[in-house]
């Protein structure tokens, strides 16, 4: 249930301590557990808790979109949740497995991924589209996967996806896109398929705000969490042909127009949290 009150230290380490255990049991969870943080600031507590906790480091953000009618009085209308070093992987052009939580959620998400190639300035709190366009990066085909221990994540609101390190459980790193910043992105085409069907096209355009949009919230929001985006930081800008749901076993590929394909397998996550 939500909580009008602030969320206390004792309920953020609670909340922080089952789903950390869940992910290194590689195990799901019944319900979300406790109250549920009653904004998002509170929310980002507890995943800034976790992540301290997670023995292994950020080396990239995903981010979400949130829908209006889910949005609270931040105003954010975009999530950040962390990718982690061991749960970074560069395609090989082979089926790469990909860990995720039976019994709880597990999707594959088309992704266009930036990598910085400058350090933001520590002190700009609020970006712009132009503005995140003219800092350096380099941008990459990807696959996300997402996946939680709490099967009811995404369904439960942005709060619980926050709480859960973004519902983010790796990320496949694919091709460069060259001269991306020239390109149109409407250009920039995907779809999805999982089992040899189709489940969703789509592409850069999909984006609210496009590719530009999604930097610049993360660079934002990044800042003013006090974790300004650094210079070989990775950024997975957004479901680019939706979220689609994938069990222990099915296949998934993402087809990119023109640039490249990327093709996985759902294995069961193992109890340190890895592809079993």
Same mark, same amino acid.
């Given at each position: 249930?939500?909580?009008?009150?602030?969320?206390?230290?004792?309920?953020? #380490? @609670?909340?922080?301590?089952?789903?950390? =255990?869940?992910?290194?049991?590689?195990? #799901?969870?019944?319900?979300?557990?406790?109250?549920?943080?009653?904004?998002?600031?509170?929310?980002?507590?507890? !995943?800034?808790?976790?992540?301290?906790?997670?023995?292994? !480091?950020?080396? &990239?953000?995903?981010?979400?979109?949130?829908?209006?009618?889910?949005?609270?009085? #931040?105003?954010?209308? %975009? *999530?950040?949740?962390?990718?982690? /070093?061991? !749960?970074?992987?560069?395609?090989?052009?082979?089926?790469?497995?990909?860990?995720?939580?039976?019994?709880?959620?597990? @999707?594959?998400? /088309?992704?266009?991924?930036?990598?910085?190639?400058?350090?933001?300035?520590?002190? !700009?709190?609020?970006? $712009?589209?132009?503005? @995140?366009?003219?800092?350096?990066? $380099?941008?990459?085909?990807?696959?996300?996967?997402?996946?939680?221990?709490?099967? $009811?994540?995404?369904?439960?609101?942005?709060?619980?996806?926050?709480?859960?390190?973004?519902?983010?459980?790796?990320?496949? *790193? &694919?091709?460069?896109?060259?001269?991306?910043?020239?390109?149109?992105?409407?250009?920039?085409?995907?779809? $999805?398929?999982?089992?040899?069907?189709?489940?969703?096209?789509?592409?850069?355009?999909?984006?609210?705000?496009?590719? %530009?949009?999604?930097?610049?919230?993360?660079?934002?929001? #990044?800042?003013? %969490?006090?974790?300004? *985006?650094?210079?070989?930081?990775?950024?997975?800008? &957004?479901?680019?042909?939706?979220?689609?749901?994938?069990?222990?076993? =099915?296949?998934?590929?993402?087809?990119? /127009?023109?640039?490249? @394909?990327?093709?996985?397998?759902?294995?069961?996550?193992?109890?340190?949290?890895?592809?079993?």
């Amino acid at each position: 249930m939500d909580n009008s009150n602030d969320t206390t230290d004792a309920a953020r #380490s @609670a909340i922080v301590g089952a789903f950390l =255990q869940a992910r290194r049991d590689g195990a #799901s969870l019944a319900e979300f557990p406790g109250e549920i943080p009653h904004d998002l600031v509170a929310a980002y507590e507890v !995943q800034d808790l976790a992540i301290r906790q997670w023995p292994d !480091q950020v080396v &990239g953000w995903k981010v979400g979109y949130i829908a209006p009618d889910r949005r609270d009085a #931040s105003g954010d209308e %975009r *999530l950040l949740g962390p990718i982690f /070093a061991r !749960q970074f992987w560069t395609a090989t052009g082979g089926i790469a497995p990909i860990p995720v939580f039976a019994g709880g959620f597990a @999707a594959i998400e /088309a992704e266009y991924v930036l990598r910085l190639d400058a350090d933001a300035p520590a002190d !700009q709190l609020e970006w $712009t589209a132009d503005e @995140a366009a003219a800092l350096p990066a $380099t941008l990459f085909l990807g696959l996300e996967v997402a996946s939680s221990p709490l099967a $009811t994540i995404n369904v439960l609101g942005p709060r619980v996806v926050v709480s859960d390190f973004g519902n983010n459980n790796g990320l496949l *790193l &694919g091709a460069e896109v060259p001269d991306w910043t020239a390109r149109d992105e409407d250009g920039l085409v995907a779809e $999805t398929f999982i089992e040899g069907t189709s489940v969703g096209t789509g592409g850069a355009c999909r984006l609210p705000g496009g590719l %530009r949009g999604a930097f610049a919230f993360a660079l934002a929001r #990044s800042a003013r %969490r006090g974790r300004p *985006l650094r210079r070989g930081e990775w950024v997975a800008t &957004g479901n680019a042909t939706g979220i689609h749901d994938i069990e222990v076993g =099915q296949h998934g590929k993402v087809v990119f /127009a023109g640039l490249g @394909a990327l093709e996985v397998v759902a294995t069961a996550a193992a109890p340190d949290g890895h592809a079993g």
